[in-house]
């Protein structure tokens, strides 16, 4: 009597055995890489949210004044440094006003300021730069002579204290009302820094932080420094014609 | 004498055969899947960069201008809609110029314009006005009094024209120097629209297309179209204090 052939799987096929014992590990490793790569495909955005995140910088500063300002109390932003800080007894408001805000951005100046200026008798305004100049900011002033010789300019105060001050001689006006701030923001607008253009006129400012706005000024604020050099003054020797 | 059992592959791991036989053919598709996510993947960056080129907007109007201005032909600027072109023959530089950089932002006005100025005499700016309210162009203006009465104060011709003009009757001045385009486009600077200060003044304007500016301009704009409203004339008990 002959013996059937039996079933003897580890004989029988070699290659097919192998696929056998090894055909659900291989599609195992094949599931894992691609479901990874949908999960990488998932998580994607999420990955490109946060390296975006990680770049982002603050907003650029943008802010607009108008005035009149409210009359508030400014000598907590004003006081000297190392004086003690103590509640204040005046009777005026003590919050916020576009003077306030103002005087602020220029107070963040760190490095340099700009002053182009028709007009420039506020105390306060007048205190802040010369805190500034005390602080060691380098500050540079330019401003229209007519104005600069009236009762209560600041400009005095500012020479006095060592800030370079230059003007014009021509017959027509420095009419320009701008600050630059560390090179880097702009305060422009129709207000001259005077008590009565910020407490009864209707006026505007805008605090700008635009590089190609500040380059431009900081052109026109060189050109005319370097126009109003005083080795170029000739003492007014032609009186100006009426506004 | 036994017979062996022999090698029968078709008999024995019936599912290893089909691993054997499919098995190339599998992994082709795996492979093709793979590849094709792989590439998906590379081409990313290029769909994302093409998308966003699409949603892309023309970068904001953004422009500044430096007074005094050079004096240039503006008659091609300013001319009657429907009259002859013709070379101009009048001896002036025919070029760009700060004041036409400033006639063309305004000659853009399609529905509205607000003028929100201190004084207003120069006759470029006036024709141009003009111009834009015979177009349809809804025009509002709002002025300082003192300075809308004296001579050659373009006021006059605007209200002949038949354009909105209101004015204050305070004792501060109303000092703005700013327009408003298609409630769009933000005009303003230290300019006060004057043939001097055009010519002979430095001077600054700003020319920006920010939603935000435009928005808190607006609102001021209105606040005093409001507040200058006609049935609250007193005409003038007052006499304004000198500047």
Redesign the interface.
């Known amino acids: 009597m002959?013996?059937r052939?039996?079933?003897?799987?580890h004989?029988?096929?070699g290659?097919?055995?192998?696929?056998?014992?090894m055909?659900p590990l291989r599609w195992q490793v094949?599931a894992a890489?691609?479901g990874g790569?949908?999960r990488?495909?998932e998580a994607?955005p999420a990955v490109l949210r946060w390296l975006w995140a990680g770049r982002r910088r603050p907003p650029p500063q943008?802010e607009?004044l108008?005035f009149?300002s409210q009359v508030t109390c400014t000598e907590a932003l004003l006081r000297v440094p190392g004086a003690a800080p103590s509640g204040c007894p005046c009777n005026l408001p003590h919050g916020e006003s576009s003077l306030s805000r103002l005087l602020r951005a220029l107070l963040a100046a760190r490095a340099s300021l700009e002053l182009c200026l028709?007009a420039f008798s506020s105390p306060q305004l007048g205190r802040a730069v010369q805190l500034l100049h005390q602080r060691g900011v380098r500050v540079r002033v330019v401003t229209d002579c007519d104005y600069m010789a009236l009762n209560g300019s600041q400009i005095g105060l500012l020479r006095k204290a060592g800030i370079q001050v230059r003007h014009?001689q021509?017959?027509?006006?420095?009419?320009?009302?701008?600050a630059i701030v560390d090179r880097k923001v702009l305060i422009?607008?129709?207000?001259n820094w005077t008590t009565?253009?910020i407490q009864?006129?209707?006026?505007?400012v805008?605090i700008i932080e635009?590089e190609?706005?500040v380059r431009?000024?900081l052109e026109?604020f060189e050109r005319?420094w370097e126009e109003f050099n005083p080795t170029k003054y000739t003492f007014f020797p032609h009186k100006k014609g009426s506004r």
Do not use: W
């Open positions: 002959r013996r052939s039996g079933q003897r799987a004989v029988v096929g290659a097919s055995d192998a696929a056998g014992e055909g094949v890489v691609v790569l949908a990488a495909l994607l943008r607009v108008f009149p028709f014009d021509d017959l027509g006006y420095m009419h320009h009302k701008f422009t607008g129709s207000l009565q253009a009864s006129n209707r006026e505007n805008l635009d190609e706005c431009l000024f026109e005319i």
